[in-house]
């Protein structure tokens, strides 16, 4: 079957059991989302966001419905089928960075490439290298994550998802523990991303347009409330 979309939720439903009962975290979402798309996903705590990523990005199964990356049903994967799907095809980078503490910079860059077996051995570490330069972090190669200051760990981590030069980029909160100044850096390189053809999803808490993004996806209690494309220069 081909799917045009390069990302499509089919009546996703989310619920979880809890001690008060049944959560809907999310409710019969349909969404398209095409290649080289800068979507940014909004919403109160609890409206579903980080949900909504998870789905997407095969960390999660949703209760009812269907998730589509690549013409692959992602929730009809087998747990081990789905983490090679995803180390090759999406790129997370999550809010509290998420290395590995007793890696280098640069092992933690390789970690996704010696997972999936992407690259030959001996072009991986050129690759981090390369990858860590891009992001202005070559010189700190060597050294451990907490050498490193907030700002810098998640550029680390971008660094990270892109390691297997997937198509899809998603990210729950990148900026959240940033200073406005290492925030609008750690933007301007998903932006650069966006623009050189990568597919970009971010979830954030701020209502505020962002001038680089494509798209805006409102959540509230686990259903869309707006989608908006957005205009060059808003």
Request: aromatic share 6%; with cysteine.
């Amino acid at each position: 079957m081909v799917h045009d979309s390069l990302i499509e939720l089919r009546q996703a439903t989310k619920t979880f059991e809890g001690p008060a009962g049944v959560f809907t975290a999310l409710n019969r979402v349909d969404l398209r989302i095409e290649k080289g798309e800068f979507v940014t996903i909004v919403g109160k705590s609890g409206s579903g966001k980080s949900t909504l990523l998870n789905l997407l990005a095969g960390i999660d199964r949703p209760t009812e419905g269907e998730v589509i990356v690549s013409g692959t049903r992602v929730d009809a994967l087998g747990e081990s089928a789905c983490a090679s799907w995803r180390g090759k095809t999406i790129g997370v980078v999550f809010q509290f960075f998420q290395l590995l503490p007793t890696l280098t910079v640069v092992e933690n860059v390789m970690l996704p490439m010696d997972f999936c077996g992407t690259y030959p051995f001996r072009e991986r570490y050129p690759r981090a290298m390369e990858l860590l330069h891009r992001v202005g972090l070559a010189d700190q190669a060597g050294k451990l994550p907490s050498a490193l200051s907030g700002g810098e760990q998640q550029r680390v981590a971008l660094s990270r998802a892109l390691a297997n030069d997937p198509p899809i980029i998603v990210a729950d909160e990148p900026t959240g523990n940033l200073d406005t100044q290492t925030a609008e850096a750690v933007m301007d390189l998903f932006r650069r991303l966006a623009e050189d053809g990568k597919t970009v999803v971010m979830v954030t808490h701020e209502r505020n347009s962002i001038p680089s993004m494509s798209r805006r996806i409102v959540l509230n209690d686990g259903v869309v409330v707006a989608d908006d494309k957005m205009t060059a220069g808003r």
